[in-house]
């Protein structure tokens, strides 16, 4: 599951990284949000984006997702994960920006030799 999230959030933010300053992320239970592990956080020091916990989220007034210095960000969630035959994995994953700002998606990915891509993003909804 790791492998894949990860594959998804390096996506994400190859697409759409420059509308982030920091990213917080939830591996989401039944609508409840977990913090991945540690290990799984530093799968990205290399990039030039501050990723952390969903706990180390705050909302202003607005319900505007921040981090404590007020540098606004984003909540991705992995909702679940499908498998697709053996070698395709589909994901539903949700990015929360603010109390209706949201979007919905499944993701594609196959098993390459070089690990999990994405092959096709699907727009679930978007308020």
């Keep these: 599951m790791e492998d894949v999230f990860e594959a998804i959030i390096r996506h994400h933010l190859m ?50 997702v921040e ?23 589909m994901a539903s994953v949700s990015f929360y920006y603010w109390g209706w700002g949201q979007e919905g998606y499944l993701f594609h990915l196959e098993l390459t030799g070089t690990g999990w891509k994405v092959t096709k993003v699907d727009l679930t909804f978007i308020t």
């Design 15 to 64: 697409v759409r990284g420059s509308e982030h300053k920091i990213v917080f992320l939830s591996f989401a239970e039944n609508e409840t949000d977990h913090d991945p592990p540690g290990r799984f956080i530093a799968r990205f020091s290399d990039l030039p984006i501050e990723i952390g916990k969903v706990s180390a989220h705050v909302k202003d007034k607005y319900g505007s």
């Design 67 to 89: 981090d404590e210095q007020g540098r606004s960000g984003v909540i991705i969630r992995l909702h679940g994960l499908r498998k697709q035959g053996i070698f395709n994995r």
